[in-house]
């Protein structure tokens, strides 16, 4: 590999770092705020399903997040 190309595998490589680490992150908020709650049987009408909406919410913004960093590819 010549030295030109090697700090644009760096960077690619640690951009796709930080976008699988936002995605994990993403993956969290969805199981922790959406199936969990799913599961267990403790969504219900009200302020249980507002609150899993927003963590399902987040989960989806993460992921666009993570996408949007894989857009910084070279």
Do not use: C, D
Not at 21 to 45: D, M
Request: positive net charge; glycine residues 12%.
């Amino acid at each position: 590999m010549s030295g030109a190309t090697r700090p644009i595998t760096i960077h690619n490589e640690r951009v796709k770092l930080l976008a699988t680490t936002i995605n994990s992150t993403a993956l969290a908020f969805v199981i922790g705020g959406f199936v969990a709650p799913t599961v267990s049987g403790q969504l219900r009408a009200g302020w249980h399903a507002l609150i899993t909406l927003i963590w399902l919410g987040l989960g989806a913004g993460l992921h666009y997040a993570a996408r949007a960093a894989l857009g910084r590819l070279q």
